[in-house]
């Protein structure tokens, strides 16, 4: 080390050493080297090892309760006299304070009692660590969801999409009325962040349980955790994208190895496209019940472009929080025909036949005779409102439209639709209007001149032919350049379509609530001639997104993957619906229909729904409620028959009725 310089200046001031600059980067603190040698030593120990930490810590201790210990014996007057007892005495509190037994004697005494403490202290030790590490790996198991479902009778949600809120919510609805009701959840996902999702979309269960648990629905080993062999029912969610249809494949297929296929269960699972359709109802089983939710949601669509406000029937009809389809049996109405059974019924609309073999008629002729073993389908609040009067509710015949009105000329003529936007289901759209509207209607499609865009307008041209005309008009519905230049009241309805859902992108209902704006600008314009506004259906693939879009009144949403939920866990709970809704969807069986009130009974007077329902029997239709217009707009699904009220001309009927 080189010595320090003296000031070789002489002066008054005193001498100083010369100390050479600190270098950048070092500590200039007194006590920055003495903390950063401690830190490193510290950091060296850790990393020895265990051995290590449990020698310092033992010096450590012994550093600190032997100072204490002797302090303690000096300052004890009963302490003893002599030097080796008192060191003796230190040596008892300390054995006992560390629990090292703490005898004296012989130096082998002392040695094995110092032995036998630290055999019975690492039993201790080990017993704790083993008890704690056990609790410690169940509660991790418990947060990541990997814990077994021991139940039976539940009800398994297998896979994660946009239906997950509306399906669990409504079976939560549906358990709650249950002793044990419980739901079980299987997806890909955290459990805390599925928890999360459901606190904030579904709320409070209330009597029902709502289970979460983390795993690969296509694994037959994560299959195994929710008990799918002894639960009542299981559906399976399709993924947000039409390619991923195939997955639900895999989980079929594992659900399926999962049970055996001895003990097949009860399955209700969904595509998104009729490319995997058969494959999932082959992988599904004789007991499976597999919706293609493309075709679902463009029938839907089209129904409510050509009938406005039917959205609101079906949402209704679907949800748990409204009146549903039901079936009961009443052996005293044997041998009645439907049209005289319907009439025992007060409070609810009786609209078909549940035969014994499973089938299911709709509407049927009021002549068709009710057998032994057939049950009636009704529409009721819940499944125990049902029941039944000695006599049929009186009505006024005097009342009662006897004679079906012709329908006006322009009720024949050629339609015309207006469809902003394109996705998958555009050339579904297009088919199912070119089946239901008079041969030369047409469809004006405005939406971007992308390459998939233009190419499937052409195969639809190709496809429907001159049943309708399917014209493209280039450009952006969500430019109000481009709405401007359109004109809403050369046509019967506007379609506004939502994008397809794609990972990683914007929401496909955000260009949707643009369009609507540019159109809810121009609702003025939307008035013809006859002061009828041009009905505007919009779909949507978030329900949430529907309360806050810019709608006109009497605009209809379809809300697809919410309407697709509903009816998947509607099914859930009673299977034979699956045929009641694929006749009200079909093609040429009854479905849900809005007919003016003057097309049934007398407007401008007090009639009874009875009436209604008596006139509409005999045009070969079932009334199930009402939609008013004026002062008390709003819809009434199942009224009871003894309700009276001032029906107007512009009130509506809902019926089930053939498709016209």
């Known amino acids: ?102 005898e004296v004697g012989p130096p082998l005494r002392v040695a094995l009692s110092v032995l036998l403490a630290l055999i019975a202290l690492f039993y201790v030790s080990t017993l704790v660590s083993l008890i704690t590490t056990g609790i410690t790996d169940k509660l991790l198991a418990l947060d990541r969801g990997h814990a077994r479902v021991v139940e039976s009778g539940h009800t398994v949600v297998l896979g994660w999409s946009e239906q997950i809120p509306t399906v669990v919510a409504e079976l939560v609805t549906a358990h709650a009325q249950r002793r044990r009701g419980v739901v079980t959840v299987l997806a890909d996902r955290g459990k805390a962040d599925m928890e999360e999702e459901f606190r904030g979309t579904v709320g409070p269960v209330g009597r029902a349980r709502l289970l979460c648990r983390t795993g690969r629905p296509t694994d037959p080993v994560a299959l195994a955790r929710v008990s799918p062999a002894t639960a009542e029912c299981v559906l399976v969610l399709p993924r947000d994208s039409p390619g991923d249809d195939a997955e639900v494949v895999k989980t079929l297929l594992s659900l399926t190895a999962a049970v055996g296929e001895e003990h097949p269960v009860r399955v209700v699972a969904a595509v998104r496209g009729d490319r995997y359709l058969g494959a999932a109802r082959l992988a599904g089983g004789p007991r499976a019940t597999v919706l293609d939710t493309d075709d679902l949601s463009a029938r839907l669509l089209v129904q409510c472009a050509r009938q406005p406000g039917l959205s609101l029937v079906h949402q209704e009809l679907l949800d748990f929080a409204g009146h549903e389809f039901y079936t009961v049996r009443e052996p005293g109405l044997c041998g009645l025909t439907f049209h005289e059974a319907a009439a025992f019924s007060p409070v609810s609309a009786v609209v078909g036949i549940a035969h014994e073999d499973g089938t299911v008629s709709l509407n049927p002729p009021g002549r068709t005779p009710v057998l032994s073993g057939d049950g009636l389908i009704v529409i009721a609040e819940h499944e125990d ?151 505007v259906v919009t779909e949507m693939a978030d329900d949430r997104n529907r309360l806050i879009a810019p709608h006109a009144p009497g605009a ?105």
């Open 1 to 102: 080390m080189v010595p320090a310089q003296r000031n070789a200046t002489p002066g008054p001031l005193t001498d100083r050493a010369v100390v050479p600059p600190v270098p950048p980067g070092l500590p200039t603190h007194p006590s920055g080297p003495v903390e950063a040698r401690l830190r490193y030593w510290f950091d060296t120990t850790l990393s020895r090892g265990t051995p290590a930490l449990v020698g310092w810590l033992a010096l450590a201790c012994l550093a600190l309760v032997v100072p204490v210990s002797a302090l303690l014996v000096w300052t004890d007057h009963r302490a003893p006299a002599t030097l080796s007892a008192r060191i003796a005495a230190v040596w008892r509190s300390t054995g006992q304070t560390l629990r090292l037994g703490g």
């Open 385 to 535: 409102a049902t029941h039944w009067s000695a006599a049929p509710h009186p009505c006024d015949p005097t009342a009662i439209r006897t004679g079906r009105p012709v329908p006006p000329g322009p009720a024949a003529a050629p339609e015309r639709f207006l469809l902003l936007g394109w996705n998958r289901r555009a050339h579904r759209i297009a088919v199912a209007l070119s089946r239901r509207t008079p041969p030369g209607s047409v469809l004006d499609v405005v939406a971007e001149p992308r390459t998939a865009t233009v190419s499937g307008i052409r195969a639809l041209t190709d496809a429907v032919g001159h049943r309708l005309f399917v014209r493209h008009h280039p450009g952006d519905p969500t430019l109000r350049e481009t709405t401007d230049a359109l004109d809403p009241t050369a046509h019967d309805a506007v379609i506004v379509l939502a994008a397809d859902a794609r990972p990683g992108q914007e929401d496909p209902d955000d260009r949707t609530l643009v369009t609507l704006l540019h159109l809810r600008a121009r609702d003025r314009e939307r008035v013809r001639a006859d002061g009828r506004c041009v009905p």
């Open 556 to 660: 209809d949403f379809v809300v697809s993957g919410r309407l697709i939920g509903l009816l998947m866990t509607q099914i859930s709970q009673n299977p034979w619906l699956a045929a009641v809704f694929q006749e009200l969807f079909a093609e040429g069986g009854s479905s849900l229909r809005i007919d003016p009130a003057g097309r049934y009974i007398e407007t401008d007077r007090e009639v009874s729904f009875a009436t209604v329902v008596e006139s509409a029997a005999r045009q070969g239709a079932c009334a199930i409620g009402y939609r008013a217009r004026g002062p008390a707009h709003g819809l009434c699904v199942n009224p009871p028959k003894s309700q009276l009220r001032h029906w107007r001309q512009d009130d509506e009927i809902v019926v089930l009725a053939p498709e016209e």
